[in-house]
DNA sequence: CCAAAAGTGTTGAATTTACACCCATGA
DNA sequence: TCATGGGTGTAAATTCAACACTTTTGG
């Protein structure tokens, strides 16, 4: 950025956006969640026929994190309610054909917008911990975002991402399960939930429950999701 | 990086690299020190005169940390102990001409090698926290350089990076102090330090001072420094 | 009234923090 | 021997983790 004129190289080099997308949903029959991501078929060379992230290249009217937002939205129809910057992938062989530098953003969407993604031969949801072969260094860009995830959920709310407006301390305890695989005290996360002011009581409580109607919560919209880089303010 | 082709737009949006390096500097005459960063003068519009982080276009046939990493020694003779991505910024009205995307890069250097950076009438060494006006968005990006560098401090052992092969505590310590701009207790400092597997006692003491000979002490190799992204192994 | 989830209380362990105090050296 | 930084000991405060126990609902 210090030499304002492109070199003539320039066009040599694509630039790419991909979305990594994580969903919750509940395993058949269980109690438990799992996590669960789009992919695109490719419909040409390299890679023709693998399953791949959603993403395009960057149109020049649009900044990098809206070109996201709308590869993911024409391709699948999603429209998350988390989006952050995961990391720019630059590796020479990347891609067998041309090079391609991908800047890659991962995203959670609620349960419901999961619904309403577009399915259909060439878009699937797929188990995250279990993916098929995917096109150029994607498998590793998963994973990668994966590690993200867990570990972010264990200092931020992004949790919360997963679930509507209102909803029970059961509900968000089952989102931190899920995504870290393992069993959470229920007596001690109540009370790390509630000694943030991250969530606050409504005072309402939800009825209909086959025992105890337990108490409805909501985010405090005034403490920031997470930070989400350095474009926050 | 779903579409193999690249847009016919693709060179209307150049790519770049820069990198806010980071060094320790001893205050005079004082026993703290303070983070300096080295900044190049821009020789040409926009922003022509003005400082900013050194950086410049990907070549097609290089990675783009080893571009980072190539651009640095260039215009600084610098060659960082550890450097890692920060962040890439795509905002469409970074530059005032062009559309760049820049993905920066954050590095460390020692104390040794940054007395060894070329110097000159476009090459100078600022106060981290006391920067001019820069070029672009650069000093919005130092401000996010400086809050992950503060932040990793406290839970990796990035500090080492300012230090050489063999090190006391108390000049460990002193690196965190500058960093996080406060002072540490030294005795719960050694504690936490000898708890960790990263530093080993090498049974060395450091004579010559002008008190009680302090034990010397080296990295653990076989501990990631941190890590550096997904693509570290 | 019973099963099961919601929610509260309590205790011991582990960790953090503050600070008193001893040690070893050069001058 | 004294000033000073190197290094150890220790106890209070805080946080964490495990689990017993009480509450509230539907059936």
Redesign the interface.
Known sequence: ???????P??????????TVVFALRADSEGESASLRLPL?R?I???FNGRW??????????????RAAGR?LFD?TALSPTYLE?L??????DR?P???????VYWALVRSEEAELAAVGENVRWFAADDLPPLA?DHN??V??AL?RLRTKVEYSRIAHAFLGEIFTLTELRHVHEAVLRRALDPANFRRQMESSPAVIATGEHLSGGRHRPPRLYRYNGSVELTDR???SP
């Open positions: 950025m210090n030499d304002s004129t492109p070199s190289d320039a066009a040599l080099v694509s630039l790419a956006v991909s695109v490719r040409r060379e390299p791949a992230l959603p993403g395009g290249p960057i149109d020049p009217t649009e900044g990098i994190e590869h391709t910057q990391y720019a992938f630059g590796g020479i891609s054909s041309d090079r391609v530098v991908s800047i150029f590793a860009i994973e990668y590690w880089g350095p474009l």
